[in-house]
């Protein structure tokens, strides 16, 4: 453990969250945690006239287990941190978002996905426990043994049922590098075979992700570990990413896809954080050339580029652009598809599929509807911003109607009766009052859906309570 910088005691852990339950406990009213930064394009508007809790100090390694597999840390452990941490001892959790300086405690409320997510599913999927702090300010553990309901509701509830204040997570055999092979193909139908095709053979791959260019366009990387290359592919089929003149990864992809039957092998760590610099495409108004790499470094990674985006208005983000995360059943993928290009126009577009998980979560995906999903990451300025509520609602109904789900990181464009349709009102609501949340733990449907509410004038929700 000395070689990882940030490590906490447990003692030093119990005298934080000590001191964070007394907070809590005599707070009066509801309470909202300070934040200097997210992941999520929603604005803090509701935090307004609440009472801000600090749970800064949260962000340390407790325990790492090699030989049980397992991790615990603290939720706001960042994931180039949480990595450092891990593959120092040859170990990964199963899944690690793309961004580094996301929390992992970020990822789980936002219901993170990754390439690896086709094998081990949403990130939250790995997690073995969590340690909460309920509205009273008690600490309780919650895990598949000790209070399952709540352990199965947690994950994308945004804060509204507990503070979560520590995580244990389990642990995968990493590698030295990911081998990638480059497939590119010009229609959906293709692009369905290879994803369902991955999950059939689900042991032989590690990784795998598709970015459509264009309606008939698609770029699909699938990784595996390894641990050894060749002399010669070390000299002409290896990339790093880390430097700020290495190329943006998604310019790098669409070179490489260009070839035939190309691979390259990519540093573990280089590929994990892969769409890190440039946030995905994101950035490309910046110009991807070599200079403007050099020159502004570190201002084109991923952190910095949101400054930009929380520098406007929350209607001007949205109004402006298309920010969403939206997973369908594997079947109605290629239906979803011509949708959005219906709708939006926007490319690139990217897609990883989801195994299904085994149990159902209350936020998350549902079960018993298809053996997988697709997300489509929807990241992209709008040809016809006056039209972004109806393209929003049209999407969130289509998901309605089809068993699909959505990421909270991105605003929800729902009334409360339709946004209480797709989730379980009567278990929410049911949890909130059996673990002291009522009180204490902003709805999460004010959270989620406050553009829509300033858009429509909605009065602010009171807690409805359901026998």
């Known amino acids: 453990m000395d070689s990882i910088k940030k490590v906490k005691s447990y003692e030093q852990h119990l005298k934080d969250i000590k001191a964070i339950s007394e907070q809590i406990r005599n707070s009066k009213g509801k309470i909202a ?3 200097d930064s997210s992941c999520c394009s929603r604005s ?9 809790i600090d749970i800064s100090m949260l962000n340390q390694v407790i325990e790492i287990n090699i ?13 180039e941190e949480l990595a450092d941490a891990t593959l120092f001892y040859g170990m990964i959790p199963p899944v690690i978002t793309e961004f580094k300086h996301m929390t992992l405690g970020g990822a789980i409320q936002g219901l993170g996905g990754e390439s690896s997510s086709f094998k081990y599913g949403l990130i939250d999927d790995s997690v073995i426990e969590y340690e909460l702090i309920l509205g009273d300010g008690s600490v309780i553990t919650i895990n598949r043994e000790q209070n399952l309901d709540l352990f199965n509701a947690l994950p994308g509830s945004y804060g509204s049922l507990g503070v979560v204040t520590k995580i244990k997570l389990r642990l995968i055999n990493a590698a030295k590098y990911v081998r990638i092979q480059y497939k590119k193909v ?14 059939k053979q689900i042991n032989n791959l590690d990784f795998i992700e598709c970015i459509a260019v264009a309606k008939d366009d698609f770029r699909i990387a699938m990784g595996y570990k390894t641990n050894s290359m060749s002399y010669g592919d070390w000299l002409f089929n290896s990339c790093s990413l880390k430097h700020s003149f290495s190329p943006w990864y998604y310019c790098h992809l669409l070179d490489k896809s260009n070839q035939s039957n190309a691979y390259e092998y990519i540093p573990f760590k280089d590929y994990l954080f892969r769409w890190d610099r440039g946030a995905f495409w994101t950035g490309l108004k910046f ?7 050099i020159k502004y470094g570190r201002h084109l990674e991923c952190k910095n580029l949101y400054k930009h985006f929380y520098a406007k208005e929350l209607i001007q983000r949205d109004k402006n652009s298309m920010l969403q995360d ?12 011509y949708l959005i290009d219906n709708l939006t126009h926007i490319y690139p577009l990217w ?13 998350s995906l549902p079960v018993n509807i298809d053996y997988a999903f697709v997300d489509f990451g929807i990241w992209g300025p709008l040809t016809n911003p006056q039209g972004f509520l109806e393209v929003n609602r049209k999407f969130e109904e289509y998901l309605y109607h089809h068993n699909g789900r959505k990421c909270f990181w991105g605003q929800c464009f729902c009334s409360r009766d339709e946004f209480w349709k797709i989730y379980d009102k009567r278990l929410y609501n049911k949890l909130r009052s059996q673990y002291y949340a009522e009180d204490k733990f902003i709805n999460i449907y004010d959270k989620v859906s ?13 807690d409805e309570n359901v026998t």
Do not use: C, W
């Open 326 to 337: 939206l997973g369908v059943p594997i079947s109605s993928m290629n239906e979803f598809f």
């Open 450 to 462: 406050e553009l829509y509410q300033q858009i429509e004038r909605l009065p602010s929700s009171q």
């Open 44 to 52: 803090f508007e509701y935090k307004k006239g609440k009472i801000l």
């Open 186 to 199: 010009n229609n959906i139908d293709e692009v369905y075979k290879v994803f369902e095709n991955s999950i």
């Open 287 to 293: 110009k991807h050339t070599l200079f403007n790499r």
């Open 351 to 363: 897609l990883i599929p989801i195994i299904s998980p085994k149990s159902a979560k209350l936020f």
């Open 33 to 35: 945690l300070k934040r």
């Open 67 to 79: 030989e049980d597999n397992f991790i615990i840390v603290e939720p706001l452990i960042t994931m």
